[in-house]
């Protein structure tokens, strides 16, 4: 058995890419369109050769309203080199920060369609700083 991917939908396309891509880092490893269905696909990765598995967006053209239950997903998870640095990446490009790495290891933020992230330390976690250390969390994650 090999884990393939996870598969969530977005409602704005280039809001999703534009977090996922843009802020988080993932990159577009294929796109497939179907128009009788009315759908794409667009499946990103780490581009870390070693991980393999892919986050699917699908956007559905026809929706309208938000999609319910992002929360009732859980998460998704990424393990990061430096976690001061991508959430200063992440806030500086307009995300707003949960849950913030106050303890040098661990962090939430949210797509544009309310699915929770967690950010992850890679190794031990970095020591603790400032602003990071008095951040307080806000919203769900």
Same mark, same amino acid.
């Given at each position: 058995?090999?884990?393939?991917?996870?598969?969530?939908?977005?409602?704005?396309?280039?809001?999703?890419?534009?977090?996922?891509?843009?802020?988080?880092?993932?990159r577009?490893?294929?796109?497939?369109?179907?128009?009788?269905?009315?759908?794409?696909?667009? +499946?990103?990765s780490?581009? =870390?050769?070693?991980?393999?598995?892919? *986050?699917?967006?699908?956007?559905?053209?026809?929706?309208? %309203? #938000?999609?319910g239950?992002?929360?009732n997903?859980?998460?998704?998870?990424y393990?990061?080199?430096?976690?001061y640095?991508?959430?200063?990446?992440?806030v500086?490009?307009?995300v707003?920060?949960?849950?913030?790495?106050?303890?040098?290891?661990?962090? +939430?933020?949210?797509?544009? =369609?309310?699915?929770?992230?967690?950010? *992850?330390?890679?190794?031990?976690?970095?020591?603790?700083? %400032? #602003?990071?250390?008095?951040?307080?969390?806000?919203?769900?994650?």
């Amino acid at each position: 058995m090999r884990y393939l991917h996870t598969m969530i939908r977005v409602r704005d396309l280039d809001a999703a890419l534009d977090f996922f891509c843009g802020k988080l880092g993932l990159r577009e490893v294929r796109r497939k369109q179907n128009e009788g269905g009315r759908f794409t696909l667009v +499946f990103l990765s780490t581009g =870390d050769p070693k991980d393999t598995g892919e *986050l699917e967006l699908t956007y559905n053209w026809d929706q309208q %309203e #938000p999609y319910g239950g992002g929360r009732n997903f859980g998460h998704l998870a990424y393990e990061v080199n430096d976690i001061y640095a991508t959430c200063q990446r992440l806030v500086d490009g307009g995300v707003a920060m949960l849950r913030p790495p106050r303890d040098g290891r661990m962090a +939430f933020v949210r797509s544009p =369609d309310a699915i929770s992230i967690e950010l *992850l330390q890679k190794g031990t976690a970095l020591a603790v700083k %400032e #602003p990071w250390l008095s951040m307080p969390n806000q919203g769900e994650w």
